[in-house]
């Protein structure tokens, strides 16, 4: 059974006091909390995100390593 996780809170991947790579995706963090409680914190592609119109207080489950959203 796959776990489902509540988005808590997405913000914007820090690169300290360099900028973002040259050539390299867009980033933000997200922080993620299961009904058990286990509380993750990732960094996925601003853009997927954005295509599947993940935003704060949505379910979402990982296939294969990849974040979904549960509908």
Known sequence: MQK?????????????CEERP?????MVGIRLKAEDGEEIH????????YAQNINEGD????????IEKQC
């Open 4 to 16: 489902t996780y509540t988005v808590i809170e997405i913000y914007e991947a820090d690169f300290g």
């Open 22 to 26: 040259e050539g390299q995706e867009t």
């Open 42 to 49: 990732r960094q996925e592609a601003d853009a997927e995100l």
């Open 59 to 66: 379910k979402v489950i990982f296939i294969e390593g990849r």
